[in-house]
């Protein structure tokens, strides 16, 4: 049985056009209500408590970096 070496070559015509002025991909929105969280519970966490790692992204709205949590010891026996 012979085997024959097939090709496709496939051409595209693309056209592309940036305008001068674009849209953003999300609106951001100013009003504080529009969210709503529970006020009880707290979701900061302290800044030294995060060990930053390598830079894994980019974006509009910054940097995101692979990173460590450093969860406090406890020293009494319970979570």
Do not use: W
């Not at 592309?16 to 969280?37: G, L, Q, R």
Request: hydrophobic residues 30%.
């Amino acid at each position: 049985m012979k085997y024959q070496e097939v090709r496709c070559l496939t051409s595209f015509n693309i056209s592309v056009s940036f305008p001068a002025e674009t849209d953003d991909y999300a609106e951001i929105i100013d009003e504080e209500d529009t969210y709503t969280m529970p006020s009880t519970r707290d979701y900061e966490i302290q800044r030294e408590r995060i060990e930053l790692g390598r830079c894994i992204g980019e974006g509009q709205f910054g940097d995101v970096h692979q990173g460590v949590y450093m969860s406090p010891v406890c020293v009494c026996g319970r979570y």
